[in-house]
């Protein structure tokens, strides 16, 4: 089955850029998602197709995908951007979805 | 707006099954597949399956093939995920998740745009 890798923590001060990875084998031949979740709540989703983002979401979240490592980019870190990211794909030869382990962001 | 309640939160015993309800709001039930992802405390999202609540057909995660059931009932707008021979590690929120296509042909993909505010199910004895 298709595995997706991220660190289990990032650690930015404020005002600086964050960058998540997700690897995967040839991870760019497809698209991935990227969902925020904050404690107790539900995730909401901040990229998807690589690097478009949902109405709503600031421009400083981007995403990239090439070769076997997507990114999530946040950039102007916030106190309020604290959360874990996940990214997401669908192995279509398996119809089976795969979220990566998760990423704890913290703002210093 | 587009809304996705579930049912509140239950304690089970092992051995026990769950049946967790999602009801959806603002959008043509039928036009899109609900998925279900569930997380352990303390752990990362897990991919259950899903269910296209037009036709009913289903697709489960390997992990819970034989345990977990998917349904719906269109009259109400509602699915359901029920999960069988409950164990202490199913302990975990449940979330509903409608999935938005995008593209077409071999390029058809999907991500979550909404999700319910999850159920937490509690296995002990």
């Known amino acids: 089955s298709y595995v997706l890798t991220q660190p289990p923590s990032v650690s930015v001060a404020p005002g600086q850029t964050a960058r998540i990875t997700c690897g995967g084998n040839n991870i760019g031949s497809k698209s991935v998602h990227w969902y925020q979740q904050k404690p107790g709540q539900a995730p909401v989703l901040v990229v998807y197709d690589d690097s478009d983002r949902p109405s709503g979401i600031p421009e400083r979240f981007s995403g990239s995908n090439s070769g076997n490592t997507a990114t999530l980019t946040i950039s102007r870190v916030e106190a309020g951007d604290e959360a874990d990211y996940y990214c997401q794909v669908w192995d279509s030869s398996s119809d089976q979805v795969v979220f990566g382990g998760g990423t704890k962001l913290t703002v210093l | 707006q587009v809304q996705l309640v579930q049912s509140g939160a239950e304690v089970k015993k092992p051995g026990a099954s769950v049946k967790v309800s999602c009801k959806a709001s603002?959008?043509?039930?039928?036009?899109?597949?609900m998925h279900w992802v569930r997380q352990a405390p303390g752990q990362g999202l897990e991919w259950m399956g899903w269910i296209n609540p037009n036709s009913g057909g289903t697709n489960y995660a390997q992990k819970f093939q034989g345990r977990v059931t998917m349904t719906r009932d269109t009259s109400i707008s509602t699915a359901y995920m029920e999960l069988s021979r409950l164990r202490s590690d199913d302990t975990a929120v449940y979330y509903c998740?409608?999935?938005?296509?995008?593209?077409?042909?071999?390029?058809?993909?999907?991500?979550?745009?909404?999700w319910g505010q999850g159920t937490l199910v509690t296995v002990s004895s």
């Open positions: 998740a409608r999935a938005y296509y995008y593209g077409s042909g071999v390029h058809l993909e999907y991500y979550f745009d909404y």
């Open positions: 603002g959008y043509t039930f039928t036009g899109y597949y």
